[in-house]
């Protein structure tokens, strides 16, 4: 067995891993609901077809990373890739399309086949906003004002630049299309093979290629600002304007579009310039079509998705380990009432702990090496005079405490 490894691409989270993880994810927990999201968890698998047609069947994630499977009854079944399609699936399915606006957080694992590398790999986690319902640009607007507030609240906004762009409505996007195609086709001879094949069945996607020759080729494209009709523009001009208001900066990308298909008007991304290649940390738009390619009725929508990994690596400092209490019985009399003691503490919400066996010397270093702030120790024959020895451990200093005063004192 010693040569098991984890599958290529995942990651066990132990001791600073799993803290900068969790301290993530509950910082964006805690501030979504701040502005009146609840969460949602859904499978973590799904019927292939909930991502198979709404991803859109030219994206790179249906095209080459899902991770789909026959199960033993012969259903297709895909680990989600990502979260926006399961939570539309299950707006529908729970008949919760009539009651809207639906503020939606969530937060899991998500799988990918890529090629892993650092801030990629094959399971990796996201926290994700949906807003479903508004229309409005205000509605997209604070949606990002709240992933801006907690890269704030990690402190690691100053780390990240907002960059935003407008996909347009159906008719920009369609005009914008045969500008792109003819631009493209002109120089179809530089292209890459993958942006080749986008170039017939979804030309804007050309524009977040990762490959050098097609960055090259995508620095004097067209974009999309000439082809905006009126409600477009007028919608995007709206939303400049109340992230004004919300205080969040940005500027403008004309390159950004998402790489999922369902997308229009809004779309944009936090970016640093500090993890290398992998430098999007929280990526949305607005996915006004989505619902109803699941069913439901026409719907709009508005989210976005971050990568915890990519935001732990840009934590500052490691969230500290919550410094426990030893308790320290010498004998079975004591140990009997350093159990009832040890409850106490715990049931007052004090993180302490009682090792399972050894001599005053062995549970003092075991006390040390857990890092505990203080022991609580007690002999037999302070059971019958009710006073414990507390000791600090970082001092050394040692006083006398009534056992009935310790949980107050500790707590
Ligand atoms: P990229 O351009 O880096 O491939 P993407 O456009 O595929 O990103 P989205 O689908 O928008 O990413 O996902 C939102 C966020 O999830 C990304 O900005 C990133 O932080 C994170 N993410 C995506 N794929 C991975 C992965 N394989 N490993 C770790 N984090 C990821
Ligand atoms: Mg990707």
């Known amino acids: 067995m010693t040569d098991l490894q984890p599958v290529r691409g995942t990651r066990d989270l132990i001791g600073e891993d799993q803290r900068r993880h969790a301290h993530v994810a509950e910082t964006a927990r805690r501030v979504a609901g701040i502005y009146g999201y609840d969460e949602w968890t859904t499978p973590i698998f799904e019927d292939t077809r909930v991502f198979a047609r709404t991803l859109g069947e030219t994206s790179d994630v249906v095209m080459k990373e899902m991770y789909t499977f026959t199960d033993r009854g012969g259903d297709s079944v895909t680990l989600r890739p990502e979260g926006t399609a399961g939570v539309c699936r299950a707006l529908v399915t729970n008949g919760l399309t009539q009651s809207?606006?639906?503020?939606?957080?969530?937060?899991?694992?998500?799988?990918?086949?890529?090629?892993?590398?650092?801030?990629?790999?094959?399971?990796?986690?996201?926290?994700?906003?949906?807003?479903?319902?508004?229309?409005?640009?205000?509605?997209?607007?604070?949606?990002?004002?709240?992933?801006?507030?907690?890269?704030?609240?990690?402190?690691?906004?100053?780390?990240?630049?907002?960059?935003?762009?407008?996909?347009?409505?159906?008719?920009?996007?369609?005009?914008?299309?045969?500008?792109?195609?003819?631009?493209?086709?002109?120089?179809?001879?530089?292209?890459?093979?993958?942006?080749?094949a986008r170039l017939e069945r979804n030309p804007m996607r050309i524009l977040d290629s990762k490959d050098t020759a097609d960055k090259r080729i995508v620095a004097d494209a067209p974009t999309i600002g000439q082809y905006l009709t009126a409600e477009a523009a007028a919608f995007?001009?709206?939303?400049?304007?109340?992230?004004?208001?919300?205080?969040?900066?940005?500027?403008?990308?004309?390159?950004?579009?998402?790489?999922?298909d369902?997308?229009?008007?809004?779309?944009?991304?936090?970016?640093?310039?500090?993890l290398g290649a992998q430098g999007t940390v929280m990526a949305g738009g607005r996915y006004d079509g989505l619902v109803a390619e699941m069913g439901g009725p026409q719907t709009p929508a508005v989210g976005w998705a971050a990568g915890i990994e990519r935001l732990s690596m840009l934590l500052a400092e490691t969230p500290a380990q919550r410094s426990?209490?030893?308790?320290?019985?010498?004998?079975?009399?004591?140990?009997?009432?350093?159990?009832?003691?040890?409850?106490?503490?715990?049931?007052?919400?004090?993180?302490?702990?009682?090792?399972?066996?050894?001599?005053?010397?062995?549970?003092?270093?075991?006390?040390?090496?857990?890092?505990?702030?203080?022991?609580?120790?007690?002999?037999?024959?302070?059971?019958?005079?009710?006073?414990?020895?507390?000791?600090?451990?970082?001092s050394g200093a040692q006083e006398a405490v009534p056992f009935a005063a310790l949980v107050e004192r500790l707590a």
């Open 100 to 196: 809207l606006p639906q503020k939606v957080f969530y937060a899991g694992p998500m799988f990918r086949y890529e090629r892993p590398q650092k801030g990629r790999y094959r399971q990796f986690h996201q926290i994700g906003l949906e807003l479903i319902g508004p229309a409005e640009p205000l509605a997209d607007a604070e949606v990002i004002a709240c992933g801006w507030d907690i890269l704030q609240t990690l402190g690691i906004a100053h780390d990240t630049v907002l960059e935003v762009n407008t996909l347009g409505d159906r008719e920009s996007r369609h005009n914008y299309r045969s500008a792109l195609v003819e631009y493209f086709t002109n120089h179809k001879a530089a292209l890459s093979e993958d942006s080749l």
């Open 236 to 260: 995007y001009d709206g939303l400049k304007s109340h992230l004004t208001r919300f205080g969040v900066p940005f500027v403008e990308n004309p390159r950004i579009v998402r790489g999922l």
């Open 262 to 274: 369902y997308y229009g008007h809004t779309a944009f991304e936090f970016v640093t310039t500090r």
């Open 324 to 394: 426990s209490i030893a308790v320290v019985p010498i004998g079975d009399a004591a140990e009997a009432k350093a159990l009832e003691i040890l409850q106490a503490l715990r049931r007052a919400g004090v993180r302490a702990e009682m090792a399972y066996r050894g001599n005053l010397r062995r549970r003092m270093e075991r006390a040390n090496r857990i890092g505990a702030r203080a022991a609580v120790i007690i002999g037999d024959s302070d059971i019958a005079t009710g006073v414990a020895q507390l000791k600090d451990l970082a």
